[in-house]
């Protein structure tokens, strides 16, 4: 069984559950980072633009391999530097981040621009296909430019 | 401008954006409370089952009314009273929740049978609809039922 034991969830709720994995200002930040931005490693999180702290990051990259989200693996050139990839239960979080995306961008002030949005929202299918294929075949090329300070 | 500053922003990315609001373990169960249970109280939400401190509570409804997500509006009956309610913004917020929910029932041991899950997957354009029917309509039939504890 993942995750969490049941017994300590707060209810059978699959929206509480998933909160109790993913509710932070964090996680599904690192999981963006690996889903389409082509991010691998501690540093690249480290320097992904939000500032994490580090022990912060260690934190989450650990609870996020607890929940089979994520998972190290040696780097073939230094094998004790770690790459993190998604599981197939990490990748399954893209339209997750996806609906958030476009919410974020139609209802706040971001650096995403109207027309950008407006393409992800209308072509939803063709966006998650192609972030799973870049997962299965382990295609780093970003899906997603990096945004500037909301203008 | 709506919600947080952008000078307090981590970055112009519509995901973090959408975190700063929303990455926590109690706004996104609040909306749900709102959204599909037909809940509207302090009390109601405290009553909810996932046992929220009142404080911590009292902070949420804060936060989401400042980010314009839910308002308070004063009941008919008892003036003093506050029912709160999905702004525009916040029923906008329907395909995550649907998404969260559908995740956390595939991936995590739950109290949702995958029969109704895999129904909410196969018709998510209909659940929208009926979700932001009854938010407009102030019909308050919750949409979806409550889940015991995992199974």
């Known amino acids: 069984m993942p995750g969490e034991p049941i017994s300590k969830r707060r209810s059978g709720c699959p929206v509480s559950v998933a909160l109790d994995i993913l509710g932070d200002r964090w996680s599904l930040l690192i999981i963006r980072d690996l889903m ?14 939000e ?13 996020l391999q607890a929940a089979e989200i994520i ?23 893209a339209p997750v981040l996806l609906e958030m995306l476009i919410w974020g961008a139609r209802h706040e002030q971001t650096g995403a621009s ?35 300070e909301g203008k």
Chains 1, 2 share one sequence.
């Open 51 to 63: 500032g994490i702290a580090s022990n912060v990051l260690a934190d989450r990259l650990l609870k």
């Open 114 to 148: 109207c027309a950008l949005i407006e393409k992800l929202a209308k072509n939803r299918d063709a966006v998650l296909a192609e972030a799973r294929r870049r997962w299965e075949q382990r295609d780093s090329t970003p899906l997603i430019p990096m945004f500037d």
């Open 36 to 49: 389409v931005r082509g991010l691998k490693t501690f540093k690249d999180f480290q320097e992904s633009g």
């Open 71 to 93: 998972l190290a693996e040696a780097d073939e050139a230094d094998g004790r530097r770690a790459n993190y990839r998604l599981t197939e239960k990490g990748i399954a979080l």
